[in-house]
């Protein structure tokens, strides 16, 4: 079984345009980690102390 030097670049490119889920994991690691901020925030500020 030969390969050449750039085919598995080419079958990389390939499966890279019929790829569905991209952005869709974009989004969903977007909010995650906003999500997360938002938690850590609301949670962390329940410790300030007003001495």
């Not at 079984?1 to 690691?29: C, D, F, K, T, Y």
């Not at 999500?35 to 007003?50: I, M, N, P, T, V």
């Amino acid at each position: 079984m030969e390969h050449s030097p750039g085919s598995w670049l080419v079958e990389a490119a390939s499966a890279a345009q019929e790829q569905g889920a991209g952005n869709l994991l974009r989004i969903v690691l977007i909010v995650m980690v906003v999500g997360c901020a938002l938690g850590a925030w609301f949670l962390l500020r329940g410790y300030k102390r007003d001495d």
